[in-house]
């Protein structure tokens, strides 16, 4: 059983949903997974750049962490600070920012207030003068190392600030600052693709590589890009990936979320942060979602192409083999309709035999009927013909029989020769009659005319006679030999001869011809009489059977039809033309017969 169209229609449909679905899971799965692997990748980049930056920082900062503490070891600076020396502080101060690369180096009293500075006292008063500064001085005064941080507020890098105090038998006697920018430390970072932020413990921007960061209105907090609620407009919690926040962050940056790695720095109580751009892992993984799918297409157009050449194979068998059941159905039909015909053919060939045996038989008794009709004729001449030498006979019998009697028995010789001579003659007619009457053979042969010529001569003789027909007889050269058949041959003239007889019934002087010419291999035989002849109209007819002008009883109208049938058959022709002699002319033309050739 092979499917039918709907159910192949719904097989297609359903491979066609199943390859897509498989394109659609591939790129699905392609993509989640690549996704997480460049994820990865940029994850480990990320990490490895936020190490590096935040050790850069801590490095930065650490250089000058110690600075003022060491310096408030020194008796110089310790004395310089008490005496108030403003011309030795300044210009050692001076030394110190040149030497270390600080900004800004001071030498405050123990009230805090400046006594000398690298940079001319007046600017240097103002910065000291900030709140952040006095509450570094306090942080020192107390014993710790004063810490302050100095955003300039106008977009600006910020300023890092460390105090020492610098005691003297435990005794306070003033205070060493070190003002360190951190524009150096953000030079670092700008090598960095990735946007790097550092905040203090009260979430002011330490430092960032991006300059607009630096007045981020940040609110202090301790988690600050953690915090929901948080009024940070642009640094905004928008996803997470294997718990990694993602956010989304201001330009200059793509609107492209972005990864972000923190890290805490314990001694400086800062926290810094890289976000690192994930406009790469989408475009790195839609790319490699593109070609999969690319390569799922070709693979499912493949399957496709490989399933629908299936089917259209399948389908051209079961046509083929459809046709094939068509085709021998047909065969088995036209072999059915074949032999009908056949039988009905052999049925008419049979019926046909019959009929062609009938119409034989039927010549046959015409031929023979035709004969007798002629023997009939002849009847009243062969007794003629018997007769008068019967009647001879007697009486040459009776001359013997008185001659003997009266012993002239020498005499009677005579008679009796007679006698002998016209029982030869008789002999010979009826000898005559009997190859006559015999059925005409069928084969041809080599035959003498002259023969011919003497036997119907000898048979119309009395006719001719009675009728007073003047007979002009020319047998051509002797020993003349035509194709034939001696009965047939006789049969057609003697039909030829009685015919002009019939014509000549009337004429007041009948004049019959006969006449043998031999030219170029074909003998004719010429029977030509001086009777009315016929109309030409007439003559197209004459040689169709049944076709006589003579009365009912007179003539059958198959005399010539038969004779032009039996000349056809022995290979000759038979035809008509007028006679110069006024009459008609029948012409008999026959193979002439070497006297040498095989009958
Ligand atoms: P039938 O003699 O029985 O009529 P034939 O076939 O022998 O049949 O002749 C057909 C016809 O041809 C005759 O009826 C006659 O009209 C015509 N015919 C034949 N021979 C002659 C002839 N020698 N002269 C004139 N008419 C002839």
């Not at 940029?42 to 900062?61: F, G």
């Not at 205070?175 to 946007?195: D, K, M, N, P």
């Not at 790097?196 to 609110?219: I, M, T």
């Not at 940070?232 to 993602?246: A, C, F, H, K, Y």
Request: overall charge negative; glycine content about 8%; proline content about 3%.
């Amino acid at each position: 059983m092979t499917p039918s169209r709907t159910e192949n229609d719904g097989i297609v449909g359903l491979v066609a949903v199943v390859l897509i679905l498989f394109v659609i899971g591939a790129a699905w799965g392609t993509m989640r997974v690549s996704e997480r692997l460049y994820f990865e990748e940029v994850k480990t980049r990320a990490e490895a750049t936020l190490a590096v930056q935040s050790a850069t920082l801590e490095r930065h900062l650490d250089k000058y962490r110690l600075l003022p503490a060491l310096l408030a070891r020194r008796a110089d600076m310790i004395e310089m600070i008490a005496t108030r020396n403003a011309e030795d502080g300044a210009s050692e101060m001076k030394a110190v920012a040149g030497m270390s690369g600080a900004r800004e180096a001071w030498l405050l009293d123990h009230g805090g207030n400046l006594i000398a500075s690298n940079l001319a006292l007046p600017v240097a008063q103002q910065t000291v003068n900030r709140a952040e500064v006095r509450s570094a001085i306090a942080m020192a005064r107390d014993g710790r190392l004063g810490r302050a941080l100095l955003t300039s507020g106008d977009g600006l890098s910020a300023s890092y600030l460390f105090v020492s105090a610098a005691r003297y038998d435990h005794h306070l006697v003033g205070f060493i600052g070190v003002r360190v920018e951190l524009a150096e430390v953000e030079q670092s970072w700008a090598l960095s693709t990735a946007g790097l932020l550092a905040v203090d413990a009260q979430g002011r921007v330490v430092a960032s590589n991006v300059p607009d960061w630096r007045n981020l209105p940040l609110r202090a907090a301790r988690d600050w890009y953690e915090d929901e609620g948080d009024p940070i407009r642009v640094l905004q919690r928008e996803e997470t990936i294997d718990g990694n926040s993602l956010v989304r962050l201001p330009t200059p940056f793509s609107t492209e979320p972005f990864l972000m790695i923190k890290q805490d720095l314990p001694v400086l109580g800062w926290r810094v942060a890289v976000f690192y751009d994930m406009s790469s892992v989408r475009e790195q993984a839609m790319r490699a979602t593109i070609v999969a799918v690319l390569l799922c297409v070709v693979a499912a157009g493949m399957i496709w192409i490989a399933l629908d050449r299936r089917r259209r194979l399948l389908a051209r068998h079961e046509e083929q083999r459809a046709n094939a059941e068509q085709l021998e159905v047909r065969v088995r039909e036209r072999t059915r309709e074949l032999s009908e015909a056949n039988a009905r053919l052999a049925a008419e060939i049979v019926e046909r035999e019959a009929a062609e045996r009938e119409l034989q038989q039927a010549q046959a008794g015409l031929v023979q009927s035709a004969k007798l009709a002629t023997l009939g004729e002849m009847s009243a001449a062969l007794s003629h013909e018997f007769n008068q030498p019967l009647g001879a006979i007697q009486m040459h019998a009776d001359n013997a029989r008185t001659l003997i009697s009266s012993d002239k028995a020498d005499k009677a010789l005579g008679n009796l020769d007679k006698i002998v001579a016209m029982v030869k003659r008789m002999a010979a007619i009826s000898q005559t009659l009997k190859g006559f009457t015999r059925k005409a053979g069928t084969t041809i042969e080599r035959v003498a005319v002259a023969p011919i010529l003497d036997e119907v001569l000898m048979l119309s003789g009395h006719r001719c006679k009675l009728m007073g027909v003047a007979l002009e007889v020319d047998k051509g050269p002797a020993g003349l030999l035509v194709q034939g058949g001696q009965v047939r041959l006789a049969q057609v003239l003697m039909n030829l001869i009685g015919n002009a007889l019939d014509a000549m019934k009337d004429a007041p002087q009948p004049r019959l011809r006969l006449q043998v010419l031999e030219q170029e291999g074909l003998v004719q035989i010429r029977v030509e009489d001086n009777g009315p002849g016929i109309d030409p109209e007439v003559a197209k007819q004459i040689f169709d059977p049944f076709f006589t002008t003579k009365d009912v009883g007179q003539g059958l109208g198959l005399g010539l039809s038969i004779a032009y049938k039996i000349m056809r058959d022995v290979g000759g022709t038979l035809s008509y033309e007028p006679s110069s002699l006024g009459g008609a002319c029948f012409i008999m033309s026959l193979q002439l017969a070497d006297a040498t050739m095989e009958a």
